[in-house]
């Protein structure tokens, strides 16, 4: 069935309002992101722990707790093959007081946050709109192998910056 610009615009108007305080805030983290940055090794580690539990917590586990555990840490262990050539780390460098790790501006957080959001929100707009169809197996393998490949991507970034900020105060 096509969409009329008219029924797209429905849509958003049936968005809770909460939804796009979240975009405002990841694409303010994503353009943040956009420019060179000094992060602390804890900092490093918050993001990742953060996604864990909010794609922990989204997950539909009725029906499929297998199934959607198997998908996804799938997804995690791709998403974290993904982010160590996504995210090379030959660039990083420690600031002056040897503390923290100075990484480069990246188009690639911003692109990252908005694919779990978009993601997020088509799964949300499906349970809305078809709440028979949100416990089908394409919709749960769909949500969880990408909010595994999120977690994934920010769970391999952190882990070979953490490693490499180590590498680096040690010579």
């Known amino acids: 069935m096509a969409r009329t610009p008219k029924a797209m615009l429905e849509i958003l108007q049936g968005t809770p309002l909460w939804v796009f305080g979240v975009f405002l805030l990841i694409c303010y983290y994503g353009f943040k992101a956009l420019r060179p940055t000094r992060e602390s090794p804890s900092v490093l580690l918050i993001t990742p722990c953060i996604f864990v539990f909010w794609s922990l917590f989204s997950l539909n586990y009725r029906g499929h707790l297998t199934m959607t555990l198997s998908a996804w840490l799938t997804g995690i262990a791709v998403g974290s093959a993904t982010a160590l050539f ?3 780390t030959r660039c990083l460098t420690l600031d002056d007081a040897g503390r923290r790790l100075v990484v480069p501006g990246t188009w690639k957080i ?4 908005l694919l779990f959001f978009a993601v997020r929100y088509f799964i949300g707009y499906q349970a809305a709109v078809h709440p028979e169809r949100s416990n089908d197996v394409q919709i749960v393998l769909i ?3 990408v909010s595994g490949f999120t977690v994934g991507l920010f769970c391999g970034r952190a882990t070979s910056f953490y490693r490499k900020w ?3 105060r040690v010579t």
């Open 86 to 88: 996504l995210f090379p």
């Open 110 to 113: 911003l692109a990252i946050y």
């Open 166 to 168: 180590l590498k680096l």
């Open 143 to 145: 949500a969880c192998t």
